[in-house]
């Protein structure tokens, strides 16, 4: 049954990919990069960063989405937690030069003042450079959990624990970005 649902996801897909306005980064090699972006106007509350980057509402933020529906289908079968876990570490880690790159070459690079994500999967993003920041709204916490379910539900992750933790923004100030993974 999940194989067949995640056929249909990736039969889906590009329309999603169309009407939310996603960006894919490629990195001009054979690998895969499995981060999406958009351009952004942050909402939420005001943030300070570790390296003293401040994030206001109405920031311009690079945010990145993983390409869920071609994870779930390179994992497959896969029932290991720590395999799924160091296999989504290992991608992210390999897609942030490809974003580095995208950054600079945007026509808006000296508006963009990070990155941003929401992910339940926020253990360990702190050795990528992110640093992890609750979401105050409880109405757009639970909208974002409720939207992670099908993901949860595919890739056999427990959803009750997904649910005692729940989403977090993730940040990453555009100068950490470019200091860890500018490609020399």
């Known amino acids: 049954m999940k194989s067949y649902l995640i056929i249909a996801w990736n039969m889906i897909d590009p329309l999603y990919y169309h ?53 779930l289908k390179e994992l497959g079968q896969t029932k290991s937690n720590l395999y799924r876990g160091r296999f ?17 070459k945007h026509h808006q690079v000296d508006q963009i003042k990070g990155i941003i994500g929401i992910t339940s999967l926020d253990k360990g993003v702190n050795r990528l450079g992110f640093e992890v920041v609750p979401i105050a709204n409880p109405l757009y916490k639970w909208f974002k959990w409720a939207s992670f379910l099908p993901i949860c539900i595919l890739s056999g992750t427990d959803v009750s624990i997904k649910k005692q933790s729940g989403p977090s923004y993730l940040f990453m100030s555009k100068v950490c970005l470019i200091s860890r993974y500018k490609v020399q």
């Open 19 to 71: 009407l939310s306005n996603l960006t894919c980064i490629h990195n001009g090699k054979a690998e895969k990069n499995f981060l999406r972006v958009k351009l952004t106007r942050y909402k939420g509350r005001m943030v300070v960063l570790s390296d003293g980057t401040q994030i206001n509402k109405n920031d311009t933020l690079v945010k990145i989405h993983l390409h869920n529906a071609v994870l």
């Open 88 to 104: 989504i570490f290992q991608t992210v880690r390999k897609s942030l030069p490809d974003l580095v790159s995208y950054i600079q």
